[in-house]
């Protein structure tokens, strides 16, 4: 049987209707009593192995059983080379593996298992734990397996420089700054993992550990800067010890303060794990004790993150609420009928309190003028609202109220439209979280040897916001807004019609967003920029009907797509950006809505093992559990909605 063939037949109206019915009311029962949505958000296998080193770090008393679940979750993500991969069956990772290794052997694992064996021999036929990255290099420090001299020097003096100097604190990324500020502070103090354990992965190296000299050049770094800072570096490393007492003082205090300041409460400093630990290991360092309300909030947003089943565990890297009730309730405003709208308005009713009116969060420092009113990612992260969450919601709500014929968010949808604005960088983009981060020099110090210091526009974020300008049309500030940022996707579309996705799995998800952004902004479907595009994801489609791209996408040397088994979030991105350029009814649009439906299970939900979304390009990636129970229903309804329509165009931004 050809099942190209096959797929190509249309669709079945009564079919395609019970499968949206389907979905969205399995999507309706996952909804919380208060109306949001929440879904778990994994990474690979460095947090949970984090999670558990931190607790042996800290002494903490040994808790077996969840320890024993999160031992079988490290287990069954190993790899079929031996090692711990960055995404579900990617290539072998040095620094995953090194942290998965030493947190089983933490657990309690033997070395002589066979999965153990496996992985040390893996390890070293790839040159040992000394290819570890930066921050491996950091967590083995700490527990005295390497030397400080393996680690390049951040004085914590840092925290002192003046603005105009070429690194400062806010010429970096919001992640990196959580995350540094606190880490600042041990590099000062250097302390030593209690570890009463006493375990060790000496085994792992094929040098002694404690040779560990500096980091190598990074495959994005340009030799020229690598080299002068590397020479920053040897200074700095030898006059370090000279630094006058009092003055590290001040900048210890400072990187408190900074601390403090952000805490968040018990969702932690900056919402994310990384800047959660080391706020702990800061005030630990620092002598405070474990019931201090500082350090046992910190302490307490950590174990907030872990997810724990029958069977196994895992710890998040953060949560995701807004992001997965904004996207969801677009969802149920797709698919349509009473329960689906009511439930959508109930999670948007559920984000208007957690819009960021009051605090002038750090992106002020680049935009001091402009009142806030962005929305965060996770529940609470108020000095972080970001640029992508703020456009999805407010575009979710704009729907339901013009649905609704009622004015209950136009004070948010004001306030949203005004920081949006005001965060445009000047080439025309937007980045996440802030506007003009663009030192790209900055990555080539040896501190970012994962090349993810800085937070510049890119071209999702930037189709996100253009279709949230254009979907709520305003006045000439918008429609200049808009303009610059079409110029800025021109400017960044690939020859081959593609656009990359910073914060998804990769060109399918930034092609998907652009679309919809161009057409949102009124763009001729016919017109060149639309045509290459829209052919572009009609070339890549998979024989089975579906969509696929993987984490490889990222590599420096990308030359064009790569084919990758197809997944439903994906398959849903193409789909959604092939109807917003008007291919509605191009047979490949029949296929790929038959492969959504073929692959619905029987809980009228999707399965999807592997990842399609991205933390940081080429080091740390994400599999979120809610892209594949709503972005296939997205896709079916919209489909279902355009063919029963005398108008095959998208009326909205997404």
């Known amino acids: 049987m050809n099942i190209m063939t096959t797929i190509s037949t249309p669709v079945a109206r009564e079919a395609l209707t019970h499968s949206v019915g389907k979905a969205a009311d399995a999507l309706l029962k996952l909804q919380q009593p208060d109306g949001h949505w929440v879904f778990e958000l994994e990474a690979d296998a460095t947090i949970p192995a984090e999670y558990v080193l931190l607790r042996h770090y800290l002494g903490e008393p040994v808790d077996a059983e969840l320890e024993r679940k999160i031992a079988v979750y490290l287990r069954r993500i190993q790899g079929k080379h031996h090692g711990w991969p960055l995404f579900h069956g990617g290539e072998f990772d040095m620094s995953a593996s090194v942290k998965a290794y030493f947190a089983l052997k933490m657990i309690g694992d033997s070395p002589d298992a066979d999965y153990m064996r496996r992985a ?23 527990f005295g397996v390497t030397t400080w001299r393996s680690v390049p020097v951040m004085p914590v003096e840092i925290m002192l420089l003046p603005r105009w100097f070429p690194f400062h604190m806010s010429k970096i990324s919001y992640w990196a700054r959580t995350v540094i500020a606190p880490l600042l502070v041990l590099g000062a103090l250097k302390p030593k993992a209690r570890n009463p354990k006493g375990v060790t992965i000496n085994e792992l190296f094929l040098e002694p550990p404690h040779s560990l000299g500096g ?9 020229s800067w690598f080299l002068f800072f590397r020479s920053v570096d040897i200074v700095l490393r030898a006059t ?24 968040n409460g018990e969702d932690g400093l900056g919402a994310i794990y990384p800047a959660m630990a080391n706020s702990v290991m800061m005030y630990d360092v620092l002598g405070y004790p474990e019931d201090h309300p500082d350090r046992a909030i910190a302490r307490l947003s950590i174990d907030k ?50 819009q960021v009116l009051d605090v002038k969060g750090d992106w002020a420092e680049a935009r001091p003028d402009v009142r806030p009113g962005g929305w965060a990612f996770q529940y609470n992260n108020a000095h972080y609202p970001d640029l992508d969450d703020t456009a999805v919601v407010a575009m979710a709500m704009d729907r339901a109220q013009a649905n609704s014929s009622t004015h209950n968010f136009d004070k948010s949808l004001s306030r949203a439209r005004e920081w949006v604005l005001g965060l445009q960088s000047k080439n ?81 998800y930034g092609t998907w967003s652009s679309l919809c952004a161009l057409n949102a902004a009124g763009l001729d479907h016919k017109s060149d920029v639309v045509r290459k595009a829209a052919d572009w994801l009609l070339k890549i489609q998979n024989a089975d009907g579906g969509w696929g791209e993987d984490g490889t996408s990222y590599k420096l040397e990308y030359k064009g797509y790569e084919p990758a088994p197809s997944t439903p979030s994906q398959t849903a991105w193409a789909l959604l950006g092939l109807m917003a350029a008007g291919e509605v009814d191009h047979p490949k649009v029949q296929q790929g809505i038959r492969y959504l439906m073929e692959q619905q299970g029987k809980d009228g939900l999707w399965d999807e093992e592997r990842f399609t979304a991205t933390g940081f390009p080429r080091v740390f990636y994400l ?25 095959r165009r998208v009326a909205f931004g997404m």
């Not at 040390?120 to 700490?142: D, K, P, Q």
């Not at 980091?215 to 030799?223: I, R």
């Not at 890119?458 to 709520?472: F, Y």
Request: glycine share 8%.
């Open 120 to 142: 040390r021999e893996a390890i070293l036929a790839r040159g040992g734990a000394s290819g570890s990255n930066v921050f491996t290099r950091v967590l083995l420090s700490l």
């Open 215 to 223: 980091v190598k050049k990074a495959g994005h770094q340009k030799w």
């Open 240 to 263: 370090e010890p000279f630094f006058p007492k009092t003055t590290r003082k001040r900048a210890i205090d400072a990187a408190v303060a900074f601390v403090k300041e952000r805490l």
């Open 305 to 354: 993150l872990l997810v724990v089943k029958d069977d196994e565990a895992y710890c998040q890297p953060c949560v995701s609420p807004v992001w997965d009730t904004a996207l969801t309730a677009h969802t149920m405003l797709e698919a349509g009928g009473e329960q689906a709208t009511k439930a959508a308005q109930a999670g948007l009713d559920w984000l208007i309190p957690r």
């Open 428 to 508: 025309g983009g937007w980045a996440a979280f802030d506007a003009d981060n663009t030192y790209s020099f900055l990555n080539n110090i040896p501190f970012s040897d994962h090349g993810a210091l800085l937070d510049p526009p890119t071209e999702d974020v930037t189709a996100r916001c253009i279709s949230m300008l254009a979907q709520m049309p305003g006045d000439v500030q918008g429609d200049q807004a808009i303009e610059a940022g079409i110029e800025y996707l021109r400017k960044t579309q690939l020859p081959d019609g593609s656009w990359y996705g910073r914060w998804g799995l990769n060109y399918i």
């Open 623 to 647: 599999r979120y559990h809610g892209y594949r129970k709503f972005f296939p229903l997205w896709a079916l309804a919209r489909y279902r909605n355009l063919t029963s329509a005398n108008d």
